[in-house]
């Protein structure tokens, strides 16, 4: 499981250096085999997932119908995009030039683990979710159920 949130720089030649915290869950449970993609849903944010829960998250997401647009869009993202990634001996990894474009993801950059995957932001992105709150009206039921 991967948790917590590390301020990162992404170097001249888009590699990014993964935290050792995570580098040794990577190394251990992923077999240091990772799959970058897009986050469909936010904008300034990358996923980096474990290469055996990609499987089962691409497996799911090739499944939908793609007669539904929306379907078609989050396969693009999703699938379409993917990178494999395996750190190099010093625990980087290349980001595509393309990703770091299109996700704003520039010179400083904030990882966090989610669980199953890694979320990779912009420094900016970041920030502006990480100021957001939640209100009365945003809490759902499954919500009003946690014990925080």
């Given at each position: 499981?991967?948790?917590?949130?590390?301020?990162?720089?992404?170097?001249?030649?888009?590699r990014?250096?993964?935290?050792?915290a995570?580098?040794?869950?990577?190394?251990r449970?992923?077999g240091?085999?990772?799959?970058?993609?897009?986050?469909?849903?936010?904008?300034?944010?990358?996923?980096?997932?474990?290469?055996?829960?990609?499987?089962a998250?691409?497996d799911?997401?090739?499944?939908?119908?793609?007669?539904?647009?929306?379907?078609?869009?989050?396969?693009?993202?999703?699938?379409?995009?993917?990178?494999?990634?395996?750190?190099?001996?010093?625990?980087?990894?290349?980001?595509?030039?393309?990703?770091r474009?299109?996700?704003?993801?520039?010179?400083?950059?904030?990882?966090?683990?989610?669980?199953?995957?890694?979320?990779?932001?912009?420094?900016?992105?970041h920030?502006?979710q990480?100021?957001?709150?939640?209100?009365?009206?945003g809490?759902?039921?499954?919500?009003?159920?946690?014990?925080?």
């Amino acid at each position: 499981m991967f948790q917590g949130e590390t301020a990162i720089t992404i170097d001249d030649k888009g590699r990014l250096a993964i935290p050792v915290a995570f580098r040794e869950i990577v190394a251990r449970e992923c077999g240091n085999r990772l799959v970058l993609t897009y986050n469909p849903f936010d904008q300034g944010s990358l996923y980096l997932y474990p290469e055996a829960a990609w499987q089962a998250v691409r497996d799911q997401v090739v499944a939908l119908s793609p007669f539904v647009p929306e379907h078609r869009v989050l396969q693009r993202m999703l699938v379409g995009a993917a990178t494999p990634l395996e750190p190099d001996s010093a625990g980087r990894v290349l980001l595509p030039a393309s990703m770091r474009m299109t996700s704003g993801i520039e010179k400083k950059a904030v990882l966090m683990g989610m669980g199953g995957r890694l979320e990779l932001w912009s420094e900016q992105a970041h920030l502006a979710q990480m100021r957001q709150t939640i209100g009365q009206a945003g809490i759902s039921a499954a919500m009003q159920d946690l014990r925080l």
